[in-house]
């Protein structure tokens, strides 16, 4: 028995799709699945013969639409799964903080990781944890839309930073091309927090960024809430 | 004691580029670094204080300008390898099937890897090889310029499957996105190798692959036979 791991990309958006197997069982869940790659993730999932139990989300993503629905047509006994703030229709598991759940002999236990939106969550499994737009390698997400507070994020943070230095880091998006992380590297050299930075500073950071919105966001945000369902998300 | 293993991409070439390093001793290698990526490799190795000890290209790459040079000339110890098949002026070690380079507590051992070209190799770390074009997920690398050979790389890829299913393919490059395989998937599902395929056949396959030449085979190939210098790269 071993646990496979398939980190995967998508260019246009620099998102990060993780999917997770038990060898053994073939029991799998998928972690922020997006539109553009399903066929890949489809293709990927059939010709390993995994039996897809889960698709999650970090969170309500602004800047992609995710292919959760698709998935779920395709894999029908899978269930989709969001954090428990969010208000998504089409979610089978609104999941808590601390809350897990099982794939074969492994599992996935939640942690609530609000800040960039009030619905995020960090997923951790064994030696891994999936942040989201919560811990981005060197960086944070913003928190100026989606019930976004960079006090929460402080503290969120601080939450993931619990975990042993060895942990690595996976999150929803890397810009420069950089996959992979670790608890020990962000907490010395991340931009917005390492070192020890202060709430007080950290939200100064966080407010201080210079953003665009999301090219998306008008059309993700809707069709995320509906899972990426088609009908509504041509609405 | 552990490795520290940042796979990092480059997305105009779809290149990966592997930095590892001891976390204790701090030596490090880096294995196909990219022209167009070097300021964020240079700041990585930096930050983490890293002591480079070498440079590792798995071949003359056709599609990307290597930054070989330019990191040698910022961490002047390090020293520039390649594989014995090649002439290239500026490489300090010249490594031949058998031989291993040290980074503290970890070693990777070089297999000669001929058939994409005349002198490709792969690298073995761990759990871990690094195949360059040789084999990629699901694919292989083209055979048609540079010395290379159809058969000798169904020899080379018989070779790497030699290595225990477990053993996880890092390449050179993925347009789809794809991250990482294994011994044991490739075995099975690769599209040109995978589920027993023969040395005839294999060599039917890769012949007819229908492509273009890398757009920059006329600018990289010379650049990095003096591995990414920029003033013979301009000429």
Do not use: W
């Amino acid at each position: 028995m071993s646990l496979i791991f398939h980190p995967l990309f998508e260019k246009n958006s620099s998102t990060y799709t993780y999917l997770l197997a038990d060898s053994h069982t073939k029991e799998a869940i998928i972690i922020d699945a997006v539109d553009e790659t399903q066929q890949r993730d489809i293709g990927l999932i059939e010709e390993l013969g995994l039996d897809l139990k889960y698709i999650i989300e970090t969170h309500v993503h602004a800047d992609h639409i995710t292919s959760s629905c698709p998935l779920k047509q395709k894999f029908k006994n899978a269930k989709i799964v969001l954090g428990a703030e969010n208000s998504v229709a089409c979610a089978d598991i609104l999941i808590k903080d601390g809350e897990s759940l099982q794939f074969g002999a492994y599992a996935v236990n939640t942690m609530a990781t609000p800040g960039h939106t009030n619905g995020c969550v960090s997923f951790v499994c064994e030696d891994k944890v999936f942040t989201g737009d919560s811990l981005l390698i060197r960086s944070c997400g913003r928190c100026d839309f989606q019930g976004g507070s960079a006090e929460k994020l402080f503290d969120s943070i601080q939450k993931i930073f619990t975990l042993t230095d060895k942990v690595l880091v996976y999150p929803a998006h890397d810009y420069g091309g950089r996959t992979v992380s670790s608890i020990g590297e962000e907490k010395q050299f991340n931009e917005m927090i390492g070192g020890g930075v202060d709430k007080e500073e950290f939200v100064r950071r966080v407010n201080a960024m210079v953003l665009s919105l999301p090219k998306k966001i008008h059309v993700a945000v809707p069709a995320n809430q509906v899972c990426g369902s088609k009908i509504l998300s041509d609405g």
